[in-house]
């Protein structure tokens, strides 16, 4: 795009002593720029980019970082020439918030691109302020005959693929951003803060794939300023950032964001780490996760501090923003026979039928960071999923779902479709009672996709209970194949404005279709 905002070269300090030389394509920001202990000359800058989050019809959340402590100021307008254009006071960006801030946007007009951009202005003089970064974006429509296109993925930096500069970084980003989306829905392990990105890495052809590293990724994510570096990470990608500044997102989280497989209340054995309680760990990730991503109900004048939440998209969609992560009970072997904690927890399942129940969308997008009906396993004997390779009735966290699918039913909730992503590959499956052990609920389809800028794994096995058939699957033969060796996956969801019909593409990178399934519209179950 022609605003896509001049990142400058990083300084010879921000790259980790034998790691590789980043060429002047990838320019990187400054990683170690942001402490306030460095006496810093000149006027405030922004080069880690700009993302804008949770869009609706009228709002929207734009978020930047400073080199040092800066007042935000975001410019508004209906062209790129910035003629009559509306600016928002956003807050003073310091180190409390590692220099990151966002405004909320109100007032917008419903369909319309928004150009914006932000400055970053010295609080002690405001005179002086730095080069403005550029950005743009969609409202959601106000009119359903306008139609709503998104993408959806997950999964980056995972199993020690991180950014390689001999294939350009994360090209991914670049062809989703081309395909210009309406916004981007990332499902979860937006990093990997238990893995270690090393220099170089041998592949099993005898090929070497290089990543660019910074000292946070030397080591797993225990501190506060661990995590932040980790999310930081990913930013150091100029596809990355030029995506954020054309595409907004919608983003939740997983497990990789804080340590593999976590649930609440575990106590690590890993030598790896010094702290050992989890929550605390979980914790920090999230104060991080608030501060690099502009998400809603995150943000620092909401009063919530949660990751569930309803995103509304014009009168065709609503997104239901799932938290599988922090409120459910510990992995187990999942054979309770009653469990009303779940995946979930009790007062989020409350939440999520309450929403459903409310909504009026044509087509309810469940946002889920975990599959449903594929065996996802932790250890030898315990499950990290919702499945437990029981086919029989539903029990342990089974059990949470089949009362929700139950409720979706008998209320005549009509349009939900589930995406994720999680298990490295991609696929379709239908749910149907008439497969099912469990029969009192709709057909219903889930569709997964992934990864962005990770390892790809052999497809997992299906759990009988919920009735699923897998329609399509592509998925590699062996674990941890590099994104050197295969394509990156990522879905489409494409909603006509006429018909109201919902498409959903399997993509692979390159530009391949993998699968089509059309959906109609006004059905409990199809």
């Known amino acids: 795009m022609s605003d896509r905002p001049r990142i400058p070269s990083p300084a010879r300090r921000s790259v980790l002593r034998g790691s590789l030389a980043v060429p002047a394509a990838l320019a990187l920001p400054a990683v170690g720029a942001a402490a306030p202990a460095f006496a810093l000359s000149g006027r405030p800058r922004a080069a880690w980019g700009v993302q804008v989050g949770d869009v609706t019809s009228s709002s929207a959340l734009v978020w930047v970082r400073s080199d040092r402590l800066a007042r935000m100021i975001v410019e508004t307008s209906a062209t790129d020439s910035f003629r009559r254009a509306r600016t928002w006071h956003g807050p003073l960006v310091g180190s409390g918030t590692d220099f990151t801030g966002t405004t909320p946007l109100y007032g917008l007009p419903p369909g319309e691109q928004v150009h914006y951009r932000v400055t970053l202005a010295d609080p002690h003089d405001p005179r002086r302020t730095g080069e403005p970064v550029r950005g743009t974006f969609r409202t959601a429509p106000a009119r359903r005959r306008d139609g709503v296109r998104f993408l959806w993925s997950g999964d980056i930096a995972g199993q020690g693929w991180g950014i390689n500069p001999d294939i350009g970084g994360y090209v991914v980003y670049d062809e989703m951003r081309r395909l210009d989306p309406d916004f981007f829905l990332c499902s979860g392990d937006n990093i990997y803060a238990d893995g270690v990105i090393e220099p170089r890495v041998t592949l099993p052809d005898g090929r070497v794939w290089r990543n660019v590293t910074t000292e946070e990724k030397a080591k797993v994510a225990e501190t506060l300023a661990e995590y932040r570096g980790n999310f930081r990470y990913n930013l150091l990608d100029h596809n990355l950032r030029a995506f954020n500044a054309q595409v907004p997102s919608i983003v939740q989280w997983d497990d990789h964001e804080v340590r593999n497989n976590w649930y609440p209340g575990q106590i690590l054995d890993d030598a790896r780490y010094t702290e050992k309680n989890v929550d605390v760990l979980a914790a920090r990730s999230m104060r991080a996760f608030g501060e690099y991503f502009p998400v ?8 919530e501090g949660r990751m569930h939440r309803v995103v509304r998209h014009g009168p065709l969609l609503d997104v239901f923003v799932l938290d599988m992560r922090s409120f459910r009970n510990a992995n187990s072997p999942g054979r309770q026979p009653d469990d009303t904690t779940g995946i979930l927890g009790a007062e989020q399942l409350r939440w999520l039928k309450h929403e459903l129940s409310r909504s009026r969308a044509v087509w309810k997008v469940i946002a889920a960071d975990m599959p449903l009906g594929l065996v996802v396993t932790d250890g030898e004997t315990d499950f990290e999923a919702v499945a437990q390779g029981d086919p029989g009735a539903p029990l342990g966290r089974e059990l949470q779902i089949a009362e929700l699918l139950r409720f979706i039913k ?19 499956q239908h749910y149907a009672p008439e497969r099912a052990v469990f029969k009192d609920f709709a057909p219903f389809w889930e569709f997964v996709s992934g990864p962005l800028a990770a390892g790809q794994f052999q497809a997992n096995a299906l759990d009988a209970t919920f009735g699923p058939d897998r329609v399509f699957v592509r998925a590699p033969d062996r674990a941890n194949v590099s994104p050197m060796e295969s394509p990156q996956y990522f879905g489409e969801v494409d909603i006509d404005g006429d018909s109201g019909e919902l498409t959903v593409r399997l993509r692979a990178q390159g530009g391949s279709v993998l699968f089509t399934k059309v959906l109609q519209p006004g059905c409990v179950g199809q």
């Open 410 to 428: 008998h209320r005549r909730i009509t349009g939900t479709v589930w995406l994720t992503a999680d298990v490295h590959y991609t696929s379709a």
């Open 296 to 303: 809603s109900t995150l943000h620092a004048g909401s009063g």
